[in-house]
């Protein structure tokens, strides 16, 4: 009987693609094989903590990764963890975080679920709520978990150890992180794990969980974080450096079009759905001095609008980049703030018609030079403006708003 699976080789090509870890290769293979032989999936796990609710294209290295897992044949395993959330995964952190509370964490979880099948085939995604074991858990049972695991092996922890050393806190749960997150391989009976590399304790302590409830261990799988768009810092909404995939599709075009191009390759690799074959194709291409690598961006940015608002939005969102960037022309259709007949001053008029979030982005804004009236840059926080006609108002490349008096 033939195999719904594709050869291993061919399996572990996908699987290694944009990989950092695959730990152990060996054990992985071994799976792999049984899953050919036997015709029974893997069982391929991830784990988010809904902190925030919204997922950014960071978010998503993951789950492309899930994807591959998926097309291949094998079951997903979603862990939203409404119990880890409320912890907080301490890794890369040089203090304890604040504790968000169940509610909170359940608000936000409510729009993951939503935005995690933008990517993955709900057919075949299980998702699970971690609290619905460790809400159930007795005190003996906790205890039970806890002796599995030593405080020097804690303390091997990168981030933990630095905080030891240099005598600032670690709370106790802090220190259940890692036991919870490995405890829900136990109980999903994971085969494969995925994270970033920063989590790569925590998967390795799902290994010894599961050894020490009488399972085979699971793979580690890591995967790089993904760079922003300001190509310094990992991606992160409270830094302003990401591109959220619910974003309009104007939005997601233009941020990736400013990202630097050194990073254009890391970015078709881990967050886009192009081939293996196109991806050997575009690094060529970005190796070749003759080619200019924007056209290479412009292409990501299109694939990125593509895959999460469909053809038609990129072509639109292409359309309106060059002409309101590229061509510097006011778009057709931009938002109206009616105001009475007077004076104004431009600081108040960029938050109050909801052009800018804040006076401070405004300032901000208007020191950079990026703020302009019907073309005229303006460089005066405090400049004031008399409404007897309408203005168009502009906060860098793409934020237009007209302003109209009337009565």
């Given amino acids: 009987m033939k195999s719904k699976f594709p050869p291993v080789e061919e399996q572990l090509e996908i699987i ?71 912890v907080g995964d301490p890794s890369e952190k040089s203090a304890t975080r604040p504790r968000l509370t169940h509610e909170e964490v359940m608000e936000n979880a409510r729009t993951y679920e939503r935005q995690f099948f933008k990517i993955l085939d709900p057919d075949r995604t299980e998702v699970r709520y971690n609290g619905e074991w460790f809400s159930k858990m007795t005190f003996a049972e906790v205890m039970e978990l806890a002796s599995k695991f030593t405080v020097a092996r804690m303390l091997e922890r990168d981030d933990f150890a ?45 290994r010894d969980i599961q050894r020490e409830y009488g399972q085979e261990p699971q793979i580690v799988l890591t995967l790089p974080v993904l760079v922003g768009i300001d190509g310094v810092n990992r991606m992160s909404k409270s830094l302003g450096n990401y591109i959220g995939i619910d974003e309009p599709p104007e939005e997601m075009y233009g941020k990736t079009m400013r990202i630097p191009d050194e990073l254009i390759y890391q970015y078709f690799e881990l967050v886009t759905d192009v081939s293996l074959e196109e991806l050997r194709e575009i690094k060529r291409q970005l190796e070749d001095p003759t080619v200019n690598p924007r056209d290479i961006k412009r292409r990501l940015a299109f694939t990125l609008v593509r895959m999460y608002h469909g053809e038609d939005a990129a072509r639109q969102a292409e359309a309106h980049f060059d002409r309101v960037v590229v061509k510097k022309e006011v778009p057709e259709d931009i938002p109206e703030y009616r105001v009475f007949p007077g004076k104004y001053r431009v600081l108040d008029l960029l938050v109050d018609s909801g052009l800018l979030d804040s006076k401070s982005e405004a300032r901000r804004r208007i020191r950079q030079g990026a703020v302009s009236i019907d073309g005229s840059v303006i460089q005066d926080e405090f400049f004031e403006i008399e409404l007897v006609e309408p203005v168009v108002i502009r906060a860098g490349k793409r934020a237009f708003v007209k302003v109209v008096p009337s009565r």
């Fill in 16 to 86: 290694s693609r944009g990989t950092v870890d695959l730990l152990p290769l060996d054990e992985l293979k071994k799976k792999l094989e049984r899953s050919v032989q036997t015709g029974q999936p893997l069982r391929i796990k991830q784990g988010f903590d809904p902190t925030a609710p919204d997922i950014h294209l960071g978010h998503t290295v993951g789950l492309r990764k899930l994807k591959q897992f998926q097309d291949l044949g094998h079951q997903v395993v979603v862990i939203i963890g409404d119990y880890t959330g409320m």
């Fill in 162 to 206: 630095r905080r030891f050393a240099n005598n600032q806190p670690i709370s106790i749960h802090e220190l259940f992180y890692p036991l919870m997150q490995g405890y829900d391989s136990v109980m999903i009976r994971a085969d494969v794990e995925i994270g970033a590399t920063e989590q790569k304790f925590n998967l390795v302590t799902g």
